[in-house]
């Protein structure tokens, strides 16, 4: 039999509920960790975010938050997580700026595996070395939520304590997992009661690799900056027309081919830029958002003439099946 949700405990579909379960989680965390120090990778998701704040609210500097920037975050993200955890919460924070270290790895490597096994394990790599300078910390929070449970049962998906750690590191620590019992929308009625910025709390999903997976072939700078900022200027008009939450995920994909064009009267030979913006309700299947013709024409002037490398913009009406969500 595989481990069960308490029967007895509420949805939280209210403020209320939502601070009775912090209430219940700071006691329950502060008799668990005592005086004792906790370690936490904050990538800036929503499960990360939540378990930091609820952390912070219990035992204070106890928690020791680590940033890794590997330099495929989505624009701002980085500068977010430290404005809100340092700056705004008083967190301890270590911010780690590993971008040439991850971009290095990642040089002429085209294959999407081995792409994700490179930024998977640099990851653990960097984690594992902050981990190794910190002495007093017997404790590491995970942002584990009830269907990562539930996927691990079902064999979907590892459900990896430690985080995949080596062990010599993994083996100093207890776990912490104070939201493991909840699903992703009683996560974000958490972060919600707990004060976290809205865009931080229903931050759309966004994959393990970042925008290493949006940036199709071997990935080079260049390109991988046309991916951010074509992506920021999305995300910004989909705001400013409130599509913002309402629709489920939306991003722009730089491949790795050229065409030709013409900008400013002179012929040029540079990437396409694709939109995708889908929707569903199990990632199972997927539907195409079919955007007002005057919003495409808009974000397409918009990317062409902001984005260096870019000449033409695409957009994916593709569902899934046959598609999948990523490109790679």
Not at 162 to 188: M, N, T, Y
Request: hydrophobic share 40%.
């Amino acid at each position: 039999m595989g481990e069960r949700r308490p029967e007895s405990m509420e949805r939280i579909t209210t403020p209320e509920l939502a601070k009775a379960f912090i209430d219940e989680q700071v006691a329950a965390l502060k008799k668990q960790v005592g005086d004792k120090k906790v370690l936490l990778a904050l990538s800036g998701g929503v499960d990360s975010s939540v378990v930091a704040a609820l952390l912070i609210k219990a035992i204070g500097q106890q928690l020791v938050c680590v940033h890794v920037n590997h330099g495929l975050l989505r624009k701002g993200e980085p500068e977010q997580v430290i404005e809100v955890f340092r700056n705004q919460m008083n967190a301890n924070l270590i911010y780690v700026d590993a971008v040439d270290r991850f971009l290095d790895k990642l040089a002429g490597v085209s294959d999407p595996e081995q792409k994700r096994h490179i930024i998977g394990e640099e990851f653990i790599d960097v984690f594992a070395e902050e981990a190794r300078k910190l002495d007093g910390v017997e404790f590491l929070a995970q942002g584990t939520i009830w269907p990562d449970i539930l996927e691990s049962e079902a064999g979907i998906k590892a459900h990896h304590n430690a985080g995949g750690l080596p062990e010599d590191i993994a083996s100093r620590f207890e776990l912490v997992e104070p939201v493991r019992i909840l699903f992703k929308d009683e996560v974000r009625m958490v972060g919600n009661e707990l004060g976290l910025p809205a865009n931080m709390v229903y931050r759309q999903p966004f994959p393990g690799p970042g925008l290493g997976v949006r940036c199709p072939g071997a990935i080079t700078r260049d390109r991988l900056e046309a991916v951010r900022e074509s992506d920021a200027i999305l995300r910004e008009e989909f705001a400013k027309n409130g599509l913002e939450g309402k629709v489920w995920q939306y991003f722009t994909v730089v491949p790795d081919f050229k065409s030709t064009g013409v900008k400013n009267g002179q012929r040029t030979f540079d990437w396409p830029c694709i939109i995708r913006a889908i929707n569903t309700t199990d990632v199972m299947e997927v539907t195409v958002e079919h955007l007002p013709d005057e919003l495409i024409d808009h974000l397409v002037k918009r990317i062409i003439a902001e984005v260096p490398g870019i000449n033409r913009v695409l957009y994916d009406y593709t569902p899934k099946p046959p598609a999948t969500v990523e490109y790679e």
